[in-house]
């Protein structure tokens, strides 16, 4: 349901299930691929934390901060 009340649910589903952050994206499954576009997009925003999203959201679900929103749309 598109209201504030389904939003909270994705919230709390995304939450549940350890979805990362990774500037960009809007919940897709991060592949190596999905990663190094957005590398090349956003550069500075991604390779600082490079290392870290490698060792822990390849195979899982990604979302930036309006992605999150995207996701449930």
């Known amino acids: 349901m598109l209201n504030n009340i389904g939003l909270v649910e994705h919230c709390k589903k995304a939450l549940a299930e350890g979805w990362g952050y990774v500037w960009g994206?809007?919940?897709k499954i991060l592949t190596?691929?999905?990663l190094d576009s957005k590398l090349?997009?956003?550069p500075k925003e991604?390779?600082?934390y490079l290392d870290?999203?490698?060792k822990n959201y390849i195979g899982k679900r990604?979302?930036?901060c309006v992605g999150l929103i995207k996701a449930f749309l």
Request: charged fraction near 15%; proline fraction near 6%; glycine fraction near 12%.
């Open 46 to 48: 991604v390779g600082k």
């Open 40 to 42: 090349k997009q956003y």
């Open 32 to 34: 190596p691929v999905l």
């Open 25 to 27: 994206t809007y919940g």
């Open 62 to 64: 990604t979302a930036d």
């Open 52 to 54: 870290y999203i490698q």
